[in-house]
């Protein structure tokens, strides 16, 4: 497997289980800038990040306002809604109110996966790197933090153009190229939990048809709470480009990853 291949990762809802902490801040925001007249339920999330394009937590939590107001027979420049003020609210849901230690939902995340998994795909000569809309900072703090991976290469969401532009996913593939000392053109997978980031391999595709580009799904947990859930978002992935979807990131075993790349 030495070199074989170039695994990215997205972090919320692969990495780390978000329902109860980035899903619950929007919920929680979307409640505040309508008064409490309407709290969205995680399927009512999903189905906004369904569309592909709403990577952006700030900007899902503004466009659920918005759509409330709405049906509400509002249009949207009637609406008094501070974006500043938006973005503020959220982040004193999800880092907490103090800004040196954090105290909001991202301390109560549990993790999907382990720092062993990485291990092996580092043994099995397989670089890897991740891509996520998160914050740097939030990053860290469970990449670093939680999982005590050493200076992993990270694209967030202050370093590129949000999914489904592939650009940092460019970027992820081309600072392990030069870390490493890759063979050119090396074989992507790129691992995540929403449509937008199936259409993020699709783009990136599309840009460097030269390379092969494969799109792996994984369900978020809140999803798996039923069967019937748990098919229809499967069933959005695959639609969306996905060339298998898992239930967790480990079953992306390096026994896995040569059947995909051979």
Not at 18 to 28: E, F, L, Q, W
Not at 217 to 227: A, C, D, F, I, W
Request: with cysteine; hydrophobic share 40%; net charge negative.
């Amino acid at each position: 497997m030495m070199n074989k291949a170039i695994l990215v990762f997205d972090i919320d809802g692969v990495i780390r289980d978000v329902g109860g902490s980035y899903r619950r801040a929007i919920a929680d925001t979307v409640e505040h800038c309508t008064s409490s007249a309407f709290c969205p339920t995680l399927a009512d999330i999903d189905q906004l990040k369904s569309e592909g394009v709403w990577n952006n937590d700030w900007e899902a939590s503004r466009e659920l306002v918005y759509r409330y107001f709405e049906g509400q027979g509002q249009k949207r420049d009637d609406v008094d809604l501070d974006y500043q003020k938006l973005v503020a609210f959220f982040q004193s849901c999800y880092r907490g109110v103090d800004e040196n230690n954090w105290n909001g939902y991202i301390c109560s995340e549990p993790l999907l996966v382990s720092s062993s998994y990485f291990e092996q795909l580092t043994a099995a000569g397989l670089s890897w790197g991740f891509f996520s809309g998160a914050m740097g900072p939030e990053i860290a703090y469970v990449l670093e933090g939680k999982l005590r991976l050493s200076s992993p290469v990270v694209v967030a969401m202050e370093d590129a153009p949000g999914k489904p532009d592939p650009t940092g996913l460019f970027v992820v593939v081309e600072q392990l190229e030069k870390q490493h000392g890759l063979a050119e053109n090396l074989p992507v997978i790129y691992a995540g939990d929403t449509v937008g980031d199936m259409y993020t391999v699709e783009n990136a595709r599309n840009q460097m048809p030269s390379r092969t580009w494969v799109g792996v799904g994984v369900l978020p947990p809140h999803v798996q709470e039923s069967e019937e859930r748990q098919y229809a978002y499967a069933a959005k992935l695959l639609e969306a480009g996905a060339k298998v979807v898992l239930n967790n990131i480990e079953e992306l075993s390096v026994e896995a990853i040569a059947k995909f790349i051979n």
